[in-house]
Structure formats: C-alpha cells, structure tokens
C-alpha cells in the first residue's frame, strides 16, 4: 500500500505543479442526473438580469491591439503592472460599487441563495438539458461573483483560483440538501451531463480577464446554445484565448484547466477552434500541429482597475477609461440599455441605477416567481392530489413527481 500512495502523492504533486489540476470533485447526485427533455418548464432570472444588466459592462469584440504601456503617474513613481495583450479585452464588473458595501453585497448573496432555493420548489428533474445547463451556468456566475466582491479589492486571482487553498474547492452552496463547491459544478455535474461539449466551458465566469466573458443577462434555456456559441466566439478571436507569434500558435490557459473536453489535446482543441476563429489567426492555426496553452491574466474583471490606489494626481481619469469602452448590448439582452453614462461617467448612475434596480431583489421576490406558469399549474395540481391523498389517509404525493418523468441518462 505504501508504494500506491506514494505514487499518487508524486502524481498530484506534478499535476499541481503543472498548474493544470483541479480537485477531484463529488461524484454527481443521482437527483442531480435527471432530465426530461420533453418538458417545456422554464425557470425565470429576472434578479439575475438586474444585476448583470446594471453592473456588467460590455467593453465590446476584441481588435486584437495592444494596451499602452503604464506609465508612472504625476506625483508617484508607482505604475498598475498590465499584460499588455490582454488588458483592453473582456467585459467588465462594477466591482467597485461593491468594496465596503454591505448592502449591496448583500443583495447579491440573496440572489445566490435564491438560486440554490430553486431545487426545493421544483426538481431540477423537471426541466430539460438547456434549462436545467442554464441554471447551472447562472448558479456558478453568481456564486462566483458573490465570492469575488468579498475579496475585492484583490487584483490578481491566480492564488484564488488555483492552488490546494483555491475558494474554488469550498462547498459554499447548498443544492436540493447536497453541499456543492464550484469546482463540483464545473468539473463534476456539468462535465458528466454535458460530455464532450466543450461550449459549456465558455458559460462559466472566471473573475479574471484571462477567462470567458461575464454577459449583461442571464442564461435562459431557450437561448443558451447561442449564447455560448456567441461567449465561444468572442473569447476565440481575441488576444486573451489565441495568439499566433513567430510560427508558434499559444492559447488560453483556460483550455489547460479543460483539458478533459480535449483528450487528443492539440488536436481535438485545434478542430475546435477553427469552427469559431478568424483572420489570420486562422491561417496560422491551419499550418500547426501543437498548440502551447501559455496565454493566462489572472486581473480581475473589474472596471477602473487599482489606478485610484496609486498615491498622486494621475491623468487617467475614470472618465476617460469609461470613455474608451462601450456599453452596447447585444440584440434582446439585459434589463434596458445597461449601465448608463452621463457628464463624464463617474459612475453616479450605475450606482444609482443599482440601488433603484436592486430594491426588487431586496424585496425578496417570492420563490414561485422564477417559475413559468405551467410549471405552477403542475405544482397546484400536484398539491391538491396530495391534500387528496392526506384526506384519504392513502399516502402523499409530494413535489418529487415532477423529476419522474425524465429519468433518462444524459446523452453520450
């Protein structure tokens, strides 16, 4: 036995020192396995679109240029250390309005909670694939985000996100009576109810500019796949997912810590990516047989970065950072037109904005209200069955009725 376990601690060890290894999660709860993909049953993110549609912005697609080199500011000789390549890409998060806000964090873990709730009410058995991938998605954003503003003003997250003491492995959520950490829905119950589909990755938040976007709404199971597939080629054709540099092709470190959606790693990832990229990345991706996961930027998604921290006058002003972004929304998406600017954008409105939009949330909005209302025709059905059954003294029918119908595996 002891030469076993000896081999194992050597194995993990050269996997963590790879910096590729993830903990080994749960295995998935049986409740957790159900579908029924002939139901119709939605699920509504009405507080998650206020959030996201208030305090995401969408800084728009990726031109592949260069941020500027950081100068010292006026007054300091201190300068915010950024990856060139990287630093003017991905969407942004208001964290900012969050550091030393009680209440709107509190808003936030509300809408976490009232995520984890949905499980009670109905079983995720219920709703089919992309309903219930979505819920997934919206789940692990949130948590993800409610952890994150608890953190903040933390700049680099790579010893978050990475390592034997990485928040990632905590079982912060509790699921249908089941303690979860992230990594179990990532790795666990979203890798074996979605193999070999390699979109789901692009749905799950990061915190950092060196992952997958943060959209302006919520993921619905109608509009998920495209919403991926949008996420897939966004990420895809920017400087933070691929480069081509001296006839060496480097990728994400994102696809490193996936790996299990690419046995064959540097073929199976290279098909991939020529379904999404373009321009002459895609001429040089055609031309090369390995691919080198060294692209990584572990900054965290917020929106000023830690410049208002560095001592002195500086001529970066908020204003114009704000100035260099856009907040367009794509087609149908968010709660309005996002986060809106005015006299410079020192971002008086978001806050504002936030504080009118997140009165809804703060109110608590009663559990039933995430469901459709055919979803509550069947609850009502099956509680007036159930006070049958009392009367009668026959037995109960309970709730768990509607995760019968879809017992089928998910599909290989």
């Known amino acids: 036995m002891k030469p076993t376990s000896s081999r194992l601690i050597t194995l993990n060890f050269f996997i963590l020192a790879a910096g590729v290894a993830v903990a080994s999660p749960a295995p998935v709860p049986e409740v957790f396995q159900r579908f029924d993909d002939t139901s119709n049953f939605t699920i509504n993110y009405t507080d998650v679109d206020v959030v996201l549609g208030t305090m995401v912005v969408d800084v728009g697609r990726s031109t592949r240029e260069k941020a500027q080199e950081q100068r010292a500011q006026t007054g300091t000789r201190m300068k915010t250390k950024v990856k060139v390549d990287t630093a003017s890409e991905g969407n942004r998060f208001y964290f900012e309005e969050f550091e030393d806000n009680e209440r709107y964090q509190q808003v936030l873990s509300d809408v976490r909670k009232n995520l984890e709730a949905v499980p009670n009410q109905v079983p995720l058995g219920a709703f089919n694939r ?70 789901v990755m692009y749905g799950l938040y990061q915190g950092i500019i060196g992952g997958p976007n943060i959209r302006k709404s919520a993921y619905t199971g109608a509009a998920v796949r495209r919403q991926l ?68 930027d572990w900054t965290i998604t917020d929106l000023y970065g830690s410049m208002g921290n560095v001592g002195g006058s500086f001529a970066t002003s908020k204003a114009a950072m ?3 972004v856009t907040t367009q929304q794509r087609g149908g998406e968010g709660t309005g037109g996002g986060p809106a ?39 009502k059905n099956i509680k007036a069955k159930e006070e049958a ?3 009668d003294k026959e037995g109960t029918v309970t709730i768990e009725e509607l995760g019968e119908a879809g017992r089928d595996q998910p599909d290989e």
């Open 229 to 296: 597939a949008d996420n897939a080629e966004e990420f895809v054709n920017s400087n933070r997912g691929t480069q081509a540099l001296d006839g060496d092709f480097e990728v994400s470190s994102f696809y490193d810590r996936n790996r299990h959606y690419f046995p064959n790693f540097d073929a199976d990832l290279k098909n991939h990516l020529m379904t999404y990229i373009e321009g002459e990345e895609r001429v040089a991706l055609q031309t090369v047989s390995r691919l080198d996961p060294d692209i990584d």
């Open 341 to 379: 600017f005015a006299d410079g954008g020192e971002g008086n409105m978001i806050s504002a904005s936030f504080s009118v939009a997140s009165s809804v949330v703060m109110q608590k909005t009663p559990p039933e209200m995430r469901f459709s209302p055919d979803v509550m025709a069947h609850l």
């Open 322 to 324: 704000l100035d260099s």
């Open 130 to 199: 992309n309903e219930q991938l979505a819920y997934w998605l919206n789940l692990y954003n949130v948590a993800m985000l409610d952890q994150l503003v608890k953190m903040y003003p933390e700049r680099n997250l790579k010893k978050e996100l990475t390592g034997r003491k990485s928040f990632l492995d905590d079982k912060i959520l509790n699921v249908a009576g089941h303690e979860l950490s992230l990594n179990d829905i990532q790795y666990g119950i979203l890798a074996n109810n979605y193999p070999n589909d390699p979109l």
């Open 389 to 391: 059954a009392n009367l």
